[in-house]
Each structure stands twice: as structure tokens, then as C-alpha cells.
């Protein structure tokens, strides 16, 4: 079955820890993207990459760092320089045109 | 990014149509007119899109006004698992969705 993986479903960490969220996809896209939702809002853009190797910062880029080694991969680091990281975290992917995007099952994130 | 507004909710009743209105008055004419729904705690699901004419698909219809300054989206029988969050959103070819609150849809049995 093609998709979009994230994992885990849920995660717990202290503040002041940095923790990765993976993000997997085996759709063969060119682009990738990361969103962030709090509850009762709509979707954030995080960062989002349009090929191997080169990524952008979106609308809330700031303690968030990612990389695009693999066209499958586009892991993100929620990194203790974000002040408020308890969020649902989700990751999307698209052929990169003007079509749908795919989106992944979401990471609930809970810092403590 | 051009704008969009929805209402804050709906209702329906289970087996019929529900029309979900959204206002973009600054679309530009490259601007698509992309449909998502999001269940509770999931991610995201692609509905429809759609650029001057009509659309249907096996979920859904769109229908854009003439002037494109607003569209519907049509769900032909409401059941329970459409109760979701639909968001309207204004995307250029190639360019990122920008999300919006959406309208929560409500469906009564």
C-alpha cells in the first residue's frame, strides 16, 4: 500500500530536550511538507522540501529544523529553542504540481 | 496568500445534501480552489479542487461561481463518518495550501 508513515503516534518529552519526528513516504514524490495544529485551529506550515536536498522555512520555521537526504524521508527536530512544542504534528507529501497533498497519520507531541 | 471564509459550523441531518459555502473575494485567476476534510485526530484528506468549471468527483461536487468569488462544496447524502472539519482553500499551481479554520460539519442521525 503506498502512503505517508509518522511515527510515533504519540510522544512524550521534558523541556528542553530536542526530539526528531519521522516521516516516511512511498508515493514517489518530489515534495514534502510539515504542519503544525493546535487544537480548534487549522493547519501551520512548518517547513516544506520540493526535492532532494534543498528544503524552505514555512510560516512558523522558528525551533524546528529539518533535513531531505532521502526522497523518502523528511525527518523534523522539534529543538528546545521552541517555546511552546506541545502541538499535533503532521507531515504531507505531493507530486509537487497542482494536485492533493497526502497526509500522514499525525505525531501527537506533549512536552511536560 | 488570498483569502477565504467559511462558516464556523453546519448541521445536517443524516441521508442529504449539505452545501458548505466559501467567500474568496481577492481570488486571483491562477488561484485553484482546493476541498479538505479532516476527521477527529487525523490527518488531513484531499476532497476536491476545481479552477473555473464545475466538479465532481466520487465524494463530492464543487461548484465555482461565475465570477469566482465564491464556490460550494455539495456532499450529495451526508452520513455520520462525513462529520469532519472542511477546510476551503486558494492555492496557485505549485504552491503551498495555507489552511484556514474550516467549517465543522455536524450530522445529525
Known amino acids: 500500500d503506498g502512503g505517508i508513515t509518522q511515527s510515533p503516534k504519540y510522544l512524550f518529552r521534558k523541556e528542553g530536550q530536542n526530539v526528531t519526528l519521522s516521516c516516511e513516504q512511498n508515493l514517489n514524490h518530489d515534495a514534502m511538507y510539515w504542519y503544525r495544529q493546535d487544537p480548534g485551529q487549522g493547519l501551520r506550515l512548518i517547513y516544506y522540501s520540493q526535492i532532494v536536498n534543498d528544503f524552505q522555512k514555512g510560516d512558523i520555521a522558528e525551533g524546528y529544523s529539518v533535513s531531505r537526504e532521502k526522497k523518502e524521508s523528511f525527518p523534523l527536530t522539534v529543538t528546545s529553542a521552541q517555546k511552546n512544542p506541545t502541538a499535533f504534528y503532521l507531515c504531507a507529501s505531493s507530486d509537487g504540481g497542482g494536485r492533493e497533498q497526502f497526509f500522514g497519520p499525525g505525531t501527537r507531541l506533549t512536552v511536560l | 496568500d488570498a483569502k477565504t471564509t467559511q462558516p464556523n459550523s453546519m448541521e445536517s441531518n443524516e441521508e442529504e445534501p449539505v452545501h458548505l459555502p466559501c467567500n474568496h473575494s481577492?481570488?486571483?485567476?491562477?488561484?485553484?480552489i482546493h476541498w479538505y476534510r479532516q476527521l477527529p485526530s487525523q490527518g488531513p484528506e484531499y476532497v476536491i479542487h476545481g479552477l473555473t468549471s464545475n466538479v465532481n468527483n466520487r465524494m463530492a461536487s464543487l461548484a465555482i461561481a461565475e465570477d469566482r468569488k465564491s464556490s460550494t462544496l455539495i456532499l450529495h447524502r451526508a452520513t455520520l463518518r462525513d462529520a469532519a472539519v472542511y477546510y476551503c482553500?486558494?492555492?496557485?499551481?505549485?504552491?503551498?495550501?495555507?489552511f484556514g479554520a474550516g467549517t465543522i460539519l455536524r450530522v445529525k442521525s
Open positions: 481577492t481570488i486571483s485567476g491562477t488561484d485553484y
Open positions: 482553500i486558494l492555492k496557485e499551481y505549485g504552491n503551498k495550501l495555507v
